[in-house]
């Protein structure tokens, strides 16, 4: 063979007289063997015989590098490039077959086009695992799947193993562990996180150790999944939140895997940072939904039952059924002193949702305070006017006030409507009647006027407190019309008699179904009714005993 000054460089010994398979790589020799004698068990692309390839190649050299090799070759031999690897270096094989039946084999380094394509390949990769991981984990804003599906990512793409660890609660770790082909697994353990190198830090998020500094011998039992075996390389990572650590991220490596490079731990943190991200969004979600719950406990409607010898029972549907409150309320308070009247109140706040709410339950809270003057209507509605003009709130409501005594077999009732729909009286025959009492609504004006009725409620007679939802919901068989006062009458006309609480689902049932699915605003609904009971006397006949049905 024969060969230039840079082909004798690469494959010392080249020259003339020796063979090619002396001095060239295997892969070359078997292109070249190829390139003589094509078969029908080596073809390549559309039947040109292909070369096999050893190995890839990291390093850059200049200049084309020729080989001439001497040697039958069939003229009609059509070998595709071949490739492969040269003291570290990776070149492409491209052959010229002469005239004469020899070859030319020409080397052209590809180490650096190689090396970008690998890069390029790599990026593609890592880039689609953070975009994956990212759409798993925001997916979910449950604290404990966020953690699942961190630790099992982590195993399966970064490590042989992983750790996610949240911060402490009551003195013991959340932790779940992964191994790569395993399921994740939760526990709650009593340990110093700072008996581990790196670990404390990382829960108060501190900057990562790395993981050249971290001896794996060093690992405490409980950091190491049962049955992984000798740990080889440890890389512990913060999990960033909003503000603060949302935990950390230990990744375990086998001792004949290969230790974690700074690239990989640098892409770990990339990971981390999503999955942090992700942890704190949900343990904030939980927080909230948490105060959220605690405040819909104090603003939701109460239950009603019966109360001094006297029957209550409400109801009440928000505008949006994935609402739990909104701008209608009521609320009974039983009297503290025996003789003395409980006060019903029935509500309608301007707007809805949760703005509404608010003031919902400052209207409410400031009532309660009001409660030792329930006697008198009309001062408790000037002071809650006064107490709304004064907020930074600009919304006003609409309110009546049912003060409600049991007197004898019958119950003695002073109706004060401050702005609101007026209610509805509905007498053992049945007949409706609309009680005689109006006022100013509250928070609007510097002066709220209203005035006071007094009536009776015979055993099995109602007086309803709604509230405008009902009577303006729209719907019925066109899908547009009012359901009505008139309509609202009609029905409680039906209900003569029946107990409050059933009084109560009908009318609620009713305007159900007369809505549909359509638009509504909040509904609600108070019956307070005189029960059809006796009264008993108590042991030896000294007091005035109890009701019962």
């Not at 039958?72 to 490039?81: F, I, K, L, R």
């Not at 404990?144 to 490590?159: G, K, N, P």
């Not at 009536?455 to 709604?466: R, W």
């Not at 009971?533 to 042991?539: E, I, N, P």
Request: with cysteine; hydrophobic share 45%; net charge negative.
């Amino acid at each position: 063979m024969l060969a230039n000054e840079a082909a004798g460089v690469l494959l010392p010994g080249a020259g003339k007289g020796v063979a090619l398979a002396d001095v060239a790589p295997p892969w070359l020799s078997r292109a070249h063997e190829t390139l003589r004698a094509p078969t029908e068990e080596s073809p390549g692309p559309d039947g040109a015989a292909t070369a096999d390839v050893d190995g890839a190649a990291t390093a850059d050299v200049d200049g084309d590098v020729a080989a001439h090799v001497d040697g039958d070759v069939a003229a009609t031999a059509d070998v595709d490039v071949a490739w492969g690897a040269v003291g570290g270096r990776t070149f492409e094989a491209h052959p010229t077959v002469l005239a004469d039946g020899s070859a030319v084999w020409w080397l052209v380094e590809d180490t650096d086009r190689r090396l970008a394509r690998e890069a390029l390949r790599m990026e593609r990769e890592r880039t689609e695992f953070l975009s994956r991981s990212s759409n798993l984990l925001l997916s979910s804003l449950n604290l404990d799947r966020c953690m699942d599906v961190t630790a099992q990512m982590a195993a399966e793409h970064l490590a042989d193993a992983a750790m996610v660890i949240a911060p402490s609660r009551a003195n013991r770790l959340p932790v779940v562990s992964c191994v790569r082909g395993g399921s994740p697994s939760q526990s709650h353990l009593g340990v110093d996180p700072d008996e581990v190198p790196g670990l404390g830090e990382a829960l108060r998020g501190f900057p990562p150790v790395p993981s050249r500094w971290l001896d794996p011998a060093t690992a405490p039992s409980w950091l190491v999944p049962e049955g992984f075996g000798p740990v080889g390389s440890i890389v512990i990572t913060p999990l960033p939140g909003h503000g603060v650590s949302a935990g950390a991220l230990v990744l375990l490596r086998r001792s004949e895997t290969d230790a974690f490079t700074e690239r990989e731990e640098v892409f770990a943190r990339l990971f981390a940072a999503r999955a942090g991200a992700a942890m704190s969004a949900a343990r904030l979600y939980a927080e909230q939904s948490a105060i959220t719950d605690v405040l819909m406990r104090e603003l939701l409607p109460p239950s009603l039952h019966q109360v001094g010898g006297v029957d209550f029972a409400g109801g009440y549907r928000p505008s949006q059924d994935h609402e739990r409150i909104g701008g209608d309320f009521y609320d009974v308070h039983p009297s503290v002193t025996e003789g003395e009247a409980s006060l019903a109140v029935l509500g309608d706040v301007c707007g809805k949702g949760l703005e509404a709410a608010v003031l919902t339950g400052k209207i409410r809270n400031t009532l309660h305070a009001l409660l030792p003057m329930a006697d008198d209507h009309q001062r408790m509605l000037s002071l809650l006017n006064t107490a709304l003009l004064n907020s930074h709130h600009t919304r006003f409501a609409t309110l009546i006030l049912a003060s409600a005594l049991r007197d004898g077999h019958q119950v003695r009732l002073r109706l004060t409507s401050a702005g609101h729909l007026a209610p509805l009286i509905v007498r053992a025959d049945g007949e409706v009647e609309q009680a005689d009492t109006k006022g100013t609504l509250v928070g609007a004006i510097p002066d709220a006027v209203s005035r006071t009725v007094t009536l009776s409620l015979a055993p099995g007679e109602t007086c309803v407190l709604y509230t405008d939802g009902i009577t303006e919901a729209r719907g019925g068989p066109l899908g547009g019309a009012l359901f009505g006062e008139k309509r609202l009458r009609r029905v409680l006309s039906e209900c003569a008699g029946m107990p409050a609480e059933g009084i109560v689902e009908r009318v609620q049932m009713l305007a159900a179904e007369w809505v549909g699915t359509g638009r509504h605003d909040d509904m609600a609904v108070v019956v307070i009714s005189a029960p059809r009971t006796h009264h008993l006397s108590a042991v030896n006949g000294r007091t005035r005993g109890r009701y019962t049905a």
